[in-house]
Nanobody, 122 residues
């Protein structure tokens, strides 16, 4: 089970930190990812982190602004979002995959959190 939190309303240029708490299973064996879905658009990949935390990958539009991290002792994954833009407005979802290699594909996710809304005002 995944529980996402940390969303809210922020002005452009501001920061937010999303968190996702996992329960059940051996957390470190899952790659963890964040996806987002803007109104009227498909859910898209944002960032992924390997089970150990050593490997990360980001979609181009957030590189240099967002940082994904995980704490395997606490079964949590976080997404630090800086320099937010109005186009970052979306519902953000955390996802867990049993795949050994990090993936950017929605279809590779085995579990999804409930989503947390991020709204960036201009």
């Amino acid at each position: 089970q995944l529980q996402a939190s940390g969303g809210g309303l922020v002005q452009a240029g501001g920061s937010l930190r999303l968190s996702c708490a996992a329960s059940g299973g051996t957390f470190s064996t899952y790659t963890m990812a964040w996806f987002r879905q803007a109104p009227g658009k498909e859910r898209e990949f944002v960032a992924v982190i390997s089970g150990s935390g050593a490997g990360t990958y980001y979609t181009d539009s957030v590189k240099g602004r967002f940082t994904i991290s995980r704490d395997n002792a606490k079964n949590t994954v976080a997404l630090q979002m800086n320099s937010l833009k109005p186009e970052d407005t979306a519902v953000y979802y955390c996802a867990a995959s049993r795949r050994g290699l990090p993936s950017t594909r929605k279809s590779d996710a085995d579990y999804w959190g409930q989503g947390t809304l991020v709204t960036v005002s201009s």
